[in-house]
């Protein structure tokens, strides 16, 4: 296990040099020039020539590169284009909000997926298995930004229930309770629809193996069958699932981010990318890669837990 | 297990409620909307960009500059109402010669960190702005600028290198506000910035929010709003929400598309004021093509500005004039000066020289009314037998695009922060910017002459006079089709009044008070 989680880290420091050289290399081909961004339209030939030569863009890319990587094996990711803050402070004030968005999404996202397609593969074929599959392909189907929109409207609104946007409480508080309410509804639909599905077809799939049926002519409570037999068996393939749809959702925050006014890493990144500021758009590509990588990695430790047949060598 | 899911479920469920139930006073009254006696606890304003720095040397974007207007002061600034230039930091100035600005600066006025107002402030402000190290944004500002001398603690000396006639207009931009030496000296003003301005700077969380305090020692009395927050909302239709529901008090810019909503809210007033942006029609005139004055003029023809304009919902101004009505150089003559609608004639145009046998290339960049633009003119430009392609993008890459001069037609906008006619015409049109700023690619030299002339000329009746010139000449050359002059507007609630909403876009809140 331990030789797994070393092994992990040194490919991770390789994929991290891979995608920091792609996302450089893509910036570098992309049209739009940091300079202009930061002097706009109205600045001057030779104020944009000025800004050039003060951010080192007129260098050739791989002295660009190279000084880029420089910094970046002492750990440093370098400074903002446009505010000529550190890319790490930057990243800093913003990780938190977006991890507790995607914790509480991911955890609206198990309740509601689980339970629903527990109760679809328990009651298959009845009513109950059709709204919530129906309910499975609304959550994959409606964009965020729309559903944001709505659930805005009904419970902050109308029903002035809970705050429009901002996240600026600590989440223990009922004022940061009532802030990450909305975001992580909104969030976590889709991976729900999706764990509900993934839920539905492995409880279908174990509920007929042949272990199950043994433990039933045993005189095995159905309960116990269900909880004890089933569903931890039928957890290993939504455990995937659920990993993917957590690594998905550190980086696709972005529209839910923007939606409620949050101020987390996803809408750094595409005002970094709107704005054509490298340093920042690579330090955040970089950190969600890395959180992408460690998620898999816990994944793959609870997978021993859930089925201890996997061992890793 | 089951237990364990059950209460895991009870839980999340109890918390929802507790989420739900509790506290409910916050979001109705809204965070920044009580009062005292004195004056207005706080008040936010929803920005949908975070400021890029506070340092106005080091910025060139309206997020940076709503911040900075209110904690810094220029030496002059443009008059609302009037459009005229009046002193702010100085107290007078004269010209003893064309080149030469000495300027009076007010006494007694301190910055925040207790240090002096003086002439070697203004001195070391400019010459940071100007100074190739900095790579100020806007360093162009002072490129006129020659030398600058302090006469004396309270006068300054400068000296231009050619008569300039919109200085005045430049030393009243957001960005030649004047900073605090020792605070620049000794610290970050972009992060933390040392002004002279009615509001102090309190703290910065990028990304979320700015705050400011009222500054109790503010030579004219300490604004009403003791808390001024500058919230990042970046989505109009939150921000919309947010003032509906007291979580936010003001937001500007709002969109074609929302004002309707906007209007239809109880507890909010929605200020308009004819602006100095604008919204224009070109050609690429560096091809040789458009070398065609037929051409021009057949596209002209065709281009309906009325009908845009009636799905503007009363924010846009009609006028073929390129210099706009808050815009000095403007005469009511020239509204109707350019190219009348006439579709026939472009039909006719069409046929005779041929232009239905090529496809043209609109170029539009996919935001804010350009979409609508280019729809609309696509489609008025194909009933008089033109066929025509819309290419989108986003800003950065529509900026180089049209920059570089790749496309046929596009439309372009400029703000007119200075609200002159040279300061519209020199970066927009004159040859020396093509490849630069001028992306209409346009190039005519008897037009340069007079944009010259504009600029060296420090008579201001004269510069009116030829500033009306050059937009005449622009419009018999059929060179740009102007599509609106922009209304800019903002909405705050409506217990509040004293919002100074300008021409410009521009807004300050230090004389807000409650009705």
Known sequence: MIGMIIRRFFQLIFLLFGISFLVFSSMYLAPGDPASMIGGPTASESDIEAIRENLGLNEPFLTQYASYVGGLVQGDLGYSYQTRQSVSEAIAVRLPNTLKLAIASMIVAIIIGILAGLISALKHNSWLDVGSTTFALAGISIPNFWMGAVLILVFAVNLQWLPVGGMSSPWYTIEGMKELILPAITLGTGAAAMIARMTRSSMLEVIRADYVRTARAKGVKESSVIWIHTLKNAMIPVLTVIGVNFGSLLGGTIITEKVFAINGVGRLMIDAIAARDFPMVQGSVLLVATLFVLVNLIVDIVYTYVDPRIKYQ | ?515
């Open chain 2, 1 to 515: 297990m089951k237990k364990k899911l059950l209460a895991i479920i009870s839980i999340a469920t109890l918390l929802f409620l507790a989420a739900c139930s509790g506290g409910n006073e916050s979001s109705s009254a809204g965070e920044g909307s009580d009062t005292n006696d004195q004056g207005i606890e706080s008040f936010t304003y929803a920005s949908l960009t975070d400021a890029v720095g506070l340092s106005p040397i080091l910025t060139n974007d309206s997020a940076s500059a709503n911040v900075t207007d209110h904690v810094y002061e220029k030496l002059f600034e443009r008059n609302a109402e009037t459009m005229e230039i009046e002193p702010q930091l100085a107290e007078s100035y004269e010209n003893p010669d064309e080149n030469t600005w000495i300027i009076k600066l007010k006494q007694g006025v301190k910055f925040h960190d207790g240090t002096d107002f003086n002439a070697d402030a203004v001195k070391y402000t400019f010459d940071k702005l100007r100074d190739p190290a900095t790579a100020a944004p806007r360093a162009s500002l002072m490129e006129p600028v020659d030398t600058i001398t302090v006469v004396d603690d309270y006068t300054v000396e400068i000296k231009t290198k050619y008569p300039y006639g919109p200085f005045l207009a430049s030393l009243s931009h957001s960005n030649a506000a004047i900073v605090s030496p020792e605070a620049d000296q000794n610290g970050d003003i972009n992060k933390d910035p040392v002004g002279t301005g009615p509001f102090k700077f309190v703290s910065w969380v990028p990304g979320d929010q700015v705050v400011l305090e009222a500054n109790k020692d503010y030579r004219d009395g300490a604004p009403a709003i003791q808390k001024l927050i500058f919230k990042v909302v970046p989505e109009i239709s939150t921000a919309i929400s947010m003032l509906q529901t007291g979580e936010v008090q003001f937001i500007d810019k709002l969109p074609t598309e929302q004002i309707e909503r906007v209007e239809g809210l109880k507890n909010v007033n929605v200020e308009k004021v004819d602006g100095t942006p604008q919204y224009y029609f070109t050609v690429n005139h560096s091809k040789e093509e458009f070398q065609d004055a037929e051409l021009r003029e057949a596209l002209a023809s065709a281009i309906d500005r009325d009908a845009f304009i009636s799905k503007m919902k009363g924010l846009g101004i009609r006028s073929d004039s390129v210099i706009g009505s808050k815009v000095f150089g403007y005469k009511e003559e020239a509204d109707n000066a350019g190219t009348p609608y006439d579709l026939e004639k472009a039909k006719e145009l069409v046929k005779k020289n041929g232009y239905d046998k090529k496809t043209y290339t609109l170029l539009s960049p996919n935001r804010n009314n350009f979409i609508l633009m280019s729809e609309v003119v696509q489609a008025q430009l194909t009933e008089a037998g033109f066929n025509v392609n819309i290419e989108s993008m986003e800003w950065a890459s529509f900026l180089d695009t049209a920059r570089d001069g790749n496309y046929d037609m596009t439309f372009l906008s400029w703000s007119n922060l200075t609200a002159d006619g040279s300061e519209l015409f020199y970066p927009n049109f004159h040859s020396d910017n093509v490849g630069a700023s001028n992306r209409a690619q346009y190039s005519n030299p008897e037009f340069d002459q007079l944009v010259e002339q504009s600029r060296t000329t420090t008579d201001q009746e004269k510069r009116l006079e030829i500033l009306d010139q050059a937009n005449r000449l622009m419009l018999e050359d059929h060179a740009i089709v102007n599509m609106y002059h922009d209304v800019v507007t903002a909405a705050m609630e409506n217990s509040y009044k004293g919002l100074i909403l300008e021409p410009t876009g521009k807004w300050n809140l230090s004389e807000v008070t409650r009705k």
